[in-house]
Each structure stands twice: as structure tokens, then as C-alpha cells.
């Protein structure tokens, strides 16, 4: 692995991301221009490897230059994943994952273990209760292949038009979907631009955000 882009795609299969396109849309990056980033094509600036490495849990001196560990290693706690922003359950979220906040991502503890590579979502909104409050967590880690293969998930969504939302996927017509709520209306005929089916979720009070200090070296 002689150059960065090379590192690049090792660090994501660490992360448990089969391909990059699984990777970008858990982070909501750009596809072609993580692709182009991770085939060669553009050349990795410190700023954008820095935002790779906390993603991927590596460092970016590691993925410019090679020094250092590929993994960093933690000790206690175990049930860690990244929590990357809010979804809406009721409210609307419209905000994009490239906007890293300057801390990076957060990271939170869980009461148990999840699938490698699975991403946590904070729910703001009451549209989903009594399944769902607001401040509780739902962790999600399959993304959609095809539009389609969403249909009948519960999942968070994101659409063409940059909101984000928790509900349950129906499709209605060719790239066209219903988002429905446990109570309240159904989001009508609107038009996916990804999705992550829900593994779990926890309740709010019950996980807990992580120190800097016990986060994954970086």
C-alpha cells in the first residue's frame, strides 16, 4: 500500500464497509468525489483525509504518509459506535453529513455490541412514538443497493432534497416512495437518495456520549 489512495480504501474495508459506495452513503459524502478520492483520481488534502481517518477510525498521518498504525486501538469501553448526526422523526432535519462539526464525529458507548462498520442516529421528534422517543438512538448499518430494496424498511432516509427522516419506506411507483409514521401523516410521493435499515435501537438516558479523552485515537 505505497500510496494514499491505496490506504484510503484499506482503512474502509477496516471499517467494515464492503465498497466505497457503502461508505459514502453512511457518511453521506459525495459518491464520485469519495470514489475519485479513494481510486487515485484526486489527490487527498489534509483537511479531507483528516475527515476519512476519524470516519474510518485511523489517523491521517497514516493515510497520507503510512506512518503510524492502520487501526487505532482502544481499551475500555467496547460498545462503541459513531453517532453522525440527528434524524427526524416528526421534525425536519436538512443538513449534510459533510458538514463535519469542528469536533468531528462523536462518538457514543451502548449497552451492547454492534455490527462493524454500523452508524447512530439521534432522534429528534415525536412522529414515530411510542416505538421511538425523542433522544433515543437507532443504530443502523445496511444501506440500500437499489432504491427498491429499501421498500417495507423501517430506515433512515435521506432525500434528493437533503432532509433526513426516520420512517418506514412503501414505494409507490418507480423511484417514487412513500415515508410512513407510527402517528402522523405519511410523507407522500417523494423521491429517495439513500437508505440505512434500522438494526436497533436505545433509549434515551441509556447510552451514553463519549470524552475526547476515552475516544479512539484519530
Not at 444501506?143 to 424498511?153: H, I, L, P
Not at 441509556?206 to 485515537?217: Q, Y
Amino acid at each position: 500500500m505505497d500510496e494514499p489512495h491505496d490506504r484510503l480504501a484499506a482503512a474502509r474495508r477496516n471499517a467494515g464497509f464492503e465498497n466505497a459506495t457503502d461508505a459514502a452513503r453512511a457518511f453521506g459524502w459525495n459518491e464520485n468525489t469519495y470514489r475519485s478520492h479513494e481510486n487515485g483520481e484526486r489527490g487527498l488534502r489534509l483537511q479531507i483525509a483528516e475527515r476519512y481517518a476519524k470516519a474510518f477510525g485511523t489517523s491521517a498521518a497514516w493515510l497520507l504518509t503510512g506512518e503510524g498504525e492502520a487501526e487505532a486501538v482502544r481499551e475500555e469501553p467496547k460498545n462503541v459506535v459513531r453517532l453522525v448526526g440527528r434524524i427526524g422523526a416528526g421534525a425536519v432535519i436538512d443538513a449534510d453529513f459533510e458538514q463535519e462539526p469542528a469536533e468531528g464525529f462523536a462518538e457514543i458507548e451502548i449497552p451492547y455490541p454492534v455490527p462493524k462498520g454500523a452508524v447512530a442516529f439521534e432522534i429528534v421528534g415525536d412522529s414515530m412514538w411510542p416505538r421511538y422517543d425523542p433522544g433515543d438512538i437507532v443504530i443502523c448499518w445496511k444501506v440500500a443497493q437499489t432504491r427498491s430494496e429499501a421498500d417495507g424498511w423501517e430506515a433512515a432516509v435521506r432525500l434528493t432534497d437533503g432532509r433526513r427522516y426516520l420512517k418506514t419506506i412503501r414505494r409507490v411507483a418507480k423511484d417514487r416512495f412513500d415515508l410512513v409514521s407510527h402517528n402522523a401523516s405519511p410523507i407522500l410521493n417523494v423521491q429517495i437518495e439513500w437508505a440505512c435499515k434500522v438494526f436497533g435501537n436505545i433509549r434515551a438516558g441509556e447510552w451514553t456520549l463519549l470524552e475526547r479523552s476515552t475516544r479512539r485515537a484519530r
